[in-house]
């Protein structure tokens, strides 16, 4: 079992930023992936960045060029530096970390609120 801690989401104006953490613990495999997804009410957990053990990163479309995921692998945190915020980046945001089929977590979610 890993479990994911969060942290660092909250109320921001937009073209602000913010800095999401997530820290894992328990059994942990190499190689790992670990990225963020979120989610809106009503709509499915979508891909925001993930970031493999070795340091390949993937990213959706609308978050390119503002978002960037970054990881320790010391301390089994990854984090998501978010900059120049929008609206509808406001959703809850999880934490994942994925070393195989069989072993996929998630966070309990942070909620990320953008003021326009």
């Known amino acids: 079992q890993v479990q994911l801690v969060e942290s660092g989401g909250g109320l921001v104006q937009a073209g602000g930023s913010l800095r999401l953490s997530c820290a894992a613990s328990?059994?942990?495999?190499?190689?790992?992936?670990m990225g963020w997804y979120r989610q809106t009410p009503g709509k499915q957990r979508g891909l925001v960045a993930t970031?493999?053990?070795?340091?390949?990163?993937n990213y959706a479309d609308d978050v390119k060029g503002r978002f960037t995921i970054s990881r320790d692998n010391a301390k089994h945190t990854v984090y998501l530096q978010m900059n120049s915020l929008k609206p509808v980046d406001t959703a809850v945001y999880y934490c994942?970390?994925?070393?195989?089929?069989?072993?996929?977590?998630w966070g309990q979610g942070t909620q990320v609120t953008v003021s326009s």
């Open positions: 970031i493999t053990s070795g340091g390949s990163t």
């Open positions: 328990g059994t942990i495999v190499s190689p790992n992936t």
């Open positions: 994942n970390h994925n070393s195989a089929a069989w072993r996929n977590y």
